[in-house]
């Protein structure tokens, strides 16, 4: 966002957003705004755990407020709590190196909040293992989608237009409809296997 949009007041910055109709606030306000959301939009938190199994839960979480506060609370979480870095030396200097990448692990959590189809009114559910994550989230893909379509060059179609360009303006994402496919290159290059299923439309990534 740009300075003068910082120093607005908040009825300037969320109309600047869209995010106003004739000064009252759109649901996509309350969503990213709110710090209960869910008193009007149940499902509209994370719950993040961690499996031995499929079937052995060892612990979770659950990550409730805004879906602004959501985004960075959910990824600090994720790589404090859930993911073990391994360490090594470079000289003298300390390394930690992940399983997966944060970046693309930041993309995905991020485009899975704001494209999700909040209609449902089901959560984002986040299970990771010792040797993948999995970010379901209720979301509805152009009926002439496919997953070619969706991990190729494709123009951005966000199901929550407005809810994408506030995470946009706010330098959470991008805009192009790149993600999948730059979070993929990504894991390629540091040898992570990333496997899309196309199942009830969701995504597990």
Not at 24 to 51: D, Q, T
Not at 90 to 102: D, H, I, L, Q, S
Request: glycine content about 4%; hydrophobic content about 40%; charged content about 25%.
């Amino acid at each position: 966002m740009d300075k003068k949009d910082i120093d607005s007041s908040n009825e300037q910055l969320l109309d600047s957003l869209n995010l106003l109709d004739h000064g009252m606030l759109k649901r996509a306000a309350v969503l990213l705004f709110h710090h209960n959301p869910e008193k009007w939009i149940p499902g509209s938190y994370v719950k993040i755990g961690y499996f031995e199994t499929d079937s052995e839960l060892r612990y979770q979480d659950e990550i409730h407020g805004s879906l602004i506060s959501q985004a960075d609370k959910i990824v600090d979480l994720i790589f404090t709590k859930y993911l073990k870095a391994e360490i090594s030396y470079r000289g003298v200097t300390r390394v930690e190196t992940y399983p997966f990448p944060k970046e693309a692990i930041r993309e995905a959590v991020f485009n899975s909040i704001a494209h999700k189809f909040y209609g449902t009114l089901i959560l984002i559910q986040i299970r990771i293992y010792a040797d993948k994550i999995i970010i379901a989230n209720d979301c509805v893909f152009p009926d002439d989608w496919t997953v070619d379509d969706l991990m190729g060059s494709h123009r951005s179609r966000p199901y929550n237009p407005l809810i994408a360009n506030t995470f946009f303006r706010a330098g959470f994402i991008e805009a192009w409809g790149e993600v999948l496919r730059k979070s993929r290159i990504v894991a390629q290059k540091l040898g992570i296997p990333c496997q899309n299923m196309w199942l009830k439309k969701k995504i597990l990534w």
